[in-house]
């Protein structure tokens, strides 16, 4: 079974602290996303990386980068969280050499809330 | 542009069948997902479809045509348990093209299944 890991299930954060999220997969997938989830807006994408270092903008980027040091690890961060980033996080990985390669598997989620 | 609508909200009753509506409106396709959410969780992968068709899955089946945009997820004998949000996905040109991976989401419908 995929298993992908997100470093905190519910995490508060002061207005303009640097917040790190971490994921982690253990299945050797090559893709991992990340995205936010909020009421009425569904899934936005903010980030995704197709490979150890690489890295490719989503759909709302802005406050926010990413890291992708080893293949099983793909971290987001905040860097000076903001009330308006206050939201479900979700981190996803995808396995590009398979059949159904699209297939994206979740992580639990954090619910990061920003005061 | 790329578009996918899903109805917002359904309700239904327990030991009923229920189907859910996918329309899309994509350059192109490469195949399309389904996904369940229970409140709170992490969204887990139901089903794919890249053929005309029919894919049954025990009490879940999906419908894909492409000629008409359209998918369907058929919920049978319904629990409480089934009680989520359902979530369809597209894989499409540019978005799966050289090194993206990327799937175009719907907003999800929310369904609740009563006693």
Known sequence: ?115 | GQNIDQPTEMTATEGAIVQINCTYQTSGFNGLFWYQQHAGEAPTFLSYNVLDGLEEKGRFSSFLSRSKGYSYLLLKELQMKDSASYLCAVSAWPYNAGNNRKLIWGLGTSLAVNP
């Open chain 1, 1 to 115: 079974d995929v298993k992908v890991t997100q470093s905190s299930r519910y995490l508060v954060k002061r207005t303009g602290e640097k917040v790190f999220l971490e994921c982690v997969q253990d299945m050797d997938h090559e893709n991992m996303f990340w995205y936010r989830q909020d009421p009425g807006l569904g899934l936005r994408l903010i980030y995704f990386s197709y490979d150890v270092k690489m890295k490719e903008k989503g759909d709302i980027p802005e406050g926010y980068s990413v890291s992708r040091e080893k293949k099983e690890r793909f971290s987001l961060i905040l860097e000076s969280a903001s009330t308006n980033q206050t939201s479900m996080y979700l981190c996803a990985s995808s396995d590009r050499d398979r059949e159904r390669w699209e297939t994206q598997y979740f992580g639990p989620g954090t619910r990061l809330l920003v005061l």
